[in-house]
C-alpha cells in the first residue's frame, strides 16, 4: 500500500527556514503527483504545492510563491518542502499528499478530494 511519512516539522522563528520531506513508498514511478498542503489553526486544508513527478512540472498556491520551494530525490523516491522566511502566518500542520496523475493534462490537483493518499502531517509553528 502507498505510504508517505513526514518529517522536518518545529517550532521556529520568524524569519527561520525549514525543509520538510516526505518519504514515499508503493507509489509507481512517474505516475504520481506528490505535494503539500498545509491546514493553520481553525482554518481548512489549502493547496501548497505539488509536482508532477513524470514531468517535474511543479505547481503553487499564490500565497506562497517566491518563498517555498518544492524539490524531489528520485533515487529517495522523496519531496521536499523547503519554506524561506517564514511567517507566523505559515504556523499550520503540513500534510504531503499523492494521487494518481499519469496524464499531464490532469489539472485535479488543487483540492484535497483530489488526493488520494496522505501523511499524518508534521507540525510547523513559528513564533513572532
Known amino acids: 500500500q502507498v505510504q508517505l511519512a513526514e518529517s522536518g516539522g518545529g517550532l521556529v522563528q520568524a524569519g527561520d527556514s525549514l525543509r520538510l520531506s516526505c518519504a514515499a513508498s508503493?507509489?509507481?514511478?512517474?505516475?504520481?503527483?506528490m505535494g503539500w498542503f498545509r491546514q493553520a489553526p481553525g482554518k481548512e486544508r489549502d493547496f501548497v504545492g505539488t509536482i508532477k513527478w513524470s514531468t517535474g512540472f511543479i505547481y503553487y498556491a499564490d500565497s506562497v510563491k517566491g518563498r517555498f520551494t518544492i524539490s524531489r530525490d528520485n533515487a529517495k523516491n522523496t519531496v521536499y518542502l523547503q519554506i524561506n522566511s517564514l511567517k507566523p502566518e505559515d504556523t499550520a500542520v503540513y500534510y504531503c499528499?499523492?494521487?494518481?496523475?499519469?496524464?499531464?493534462?490532469?489539472?485535479?490537483?488543487?483540492?484535497?478530494?483530489?488526493?488520494?493518499?496522505w501523511g499524518q502531517g508534521t507540525q510547523v509553528t513559528v513564533s513572532s
Open positions: 499528499v499523492a494521487k494518481r496523475s499519469d496524464s499531464p493534462q490532469d489539472r485535479n490537483i488543487y483540492g484535497t478530494t483530489d488526493y488520494a493518499y
Open positions: 508503493g507509489l509507481t514511478f512517474n505516475i504520481y503527483a
